[in-house]
């Protein structure tokens, strides 16, 4: 696609559901990242996918999240059990590998009541 | 792993004054600097970036200077507009960490009219 597309854009859950997180990047990038966005707070790494290669799943918070990508394609990430923490934004981000920044999507506004 | 501070938090200028915000890293493997903007609601938009090999990049109003030997990089606005108004985040990375990008914790930028 022309963009990093995520859905859904808003997401308003019950504590202790699980919520699923959609990311589809821009075709034919390679590398494929999520962060967490606190209100009014910068953004914080959650994981990364480079092709087929194992994930780099050190900013995860817990174990309560996961995420997976199939191939070069898209990506779900999942956060069970919510607390109300976990409010935030959640934006996903999907670059070429060594070309440098990233194009970031608008995000998925998470609010756990 | 890395750590990127970013100074100050907040900064008001008047309209056509300059603007700097200056960030400091942790791994000297760190060899890419994007900066982006994000408007209220809005996703990250990349602005300007530098890489390792150069010390100073500039595009039009917006310029990036790098000091390697001292871990730091800054961003320079200058003859700012009240459409600057935003919170700028920097960010850094390694080419052997695979792209992953660590962000600091942002400037909220003022231009008043």
């Known amino acids: 696609g022309a963009g990093v597309s995520q859905s859904p854009s808003n997401k308003v859950t019950e504590k202790g559901k699980d919520v699923e997180l959609r990311c589809d990047p821009i075709?034919?990038?390679?590398?494929l990242y999520w962060y967490r966005q606190r209100l009014g707070q910068g953004l914080e790494f959650l994981i990364y996918f480079q092709g087929n290669s194992a994930p780099d799943k050190s900013g995860l918070p817990s174990d309560r999240f996961s995420a997976e990508r199939t191939g070069e394609s898209v990506s779900t990430l999942t956060i069970q059990r919510t607390q109300q923490e976990d409010s935030a934004v959640y934006l996903c981000?999907?670059?070429?590998?060594?070309?440098?920044?990233?194009?970031f999507g608008s995000g998925t506004r998470l609010t756990v009541v | 792993g890395e750590n990127v501070e970013q100074h100050p938090s907040t900064l008001s200028v008047q309209e056509g004054d300059s603007a700097v915000i200056k960030c400091t890293y942790s791994d000297s493997a760190s060899n890419y600097f994007p900066w982006y903007k994000q408007e209220l609601g809005k996703r990250p938009q990349l602005i300007i970036d530098i890489r390792s090999n150069v010390g100073e990049k500039k595009d039009q109003r917006i310029a990036v200077t790098l000091n390697k030997t001292a871990k730091h990089f800054s961003l320079h606005i200058t003859e700012t507009q009240p459409e600057d108004s935003a919170v700028y985040f920097c960010a850094a990375s390694a080419y052997n960490q695979g792209g992953k990008l660590i962000f600091g914790q942002g400037t909220e930028l003022s231009v008043k009219p």
């Open positions: 075709s034919g990038h390679t590398a």
């Open positions: 981000a999907s670059s070429l590998v060594g070309a440098g920044g990233y194009t």
